[in-house]
């Protein structure tokens, strides 16, 4: 084994998630809402990384998340690798696909959007021929992928 691959401890069971780039691993944090995890969460910060320059990692002893909650995460790092680790073996290994719709993660930008001003979830579909954009469900203002501000846990 490369003891440079050991930056961070291998969990038994649990996720990992790799490729995070630096400056948005707290992003990673909030949307997967680690603060309220009670197992073990290891997070690598800014290690070296070959095709990044730097990244982050984050394990997650004993926790699996749902298909939903793992591709939020492409909302703001589309190229994670997400690894399911059980009996410290890798037993699923696959990057996050953006799904068509989502829920509550992502602010409208349109101050007037009925979503801005009411106590209810935004919606967004995703947009564009490269789905690199989000239409907002109510008020159809289009949001580049670049540029998404995220709703505050
Ligand atoms: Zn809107």
Do not use: W
Request: charged residues 20%.
């Amino acid at each position: 084994m490369n003891k440079k691959q050991l930056l961070v401890a291998a969990i038994e069971n649990g996720t990992v998630i790799d490729h995070i780039p630096a400056e948005k691993l707290f992003a990673v944090v909030n949307l997967l809402h680690l603060e309220q995890i009670t197992s073990a969460v290891t997070i690598g910060y800014n290690l070296q990384s070959q095709e990044l320059g730097t990244k982050s990692i984050i394990k997650i002893a004993d926790k699996f998340f749902t298909d939903e909650e793992l591709n939020q995460l492409a909302v703001v790092c589309p190229n994670l690798t997400l690894c399911i680790i059980r009996d410290y073996e890798i037993v699923e290994k696959r990057t996050v696909d953006l799904p068509n719709e989502l829920f509550g993660i992502v602010k409208c930008t349109n101050p007037k959007c009925i979503t801005n001003n009411e106590p209810m979830r935004t919606h967004f579909h995703v947009h564009g021929p490269q789905r690199n954009a989000l239409k907002c469900h109510y008020c159809n203002t289009v949001i580049s992928l670049d540029g998404v501000q995220l709703i505050k846990p």
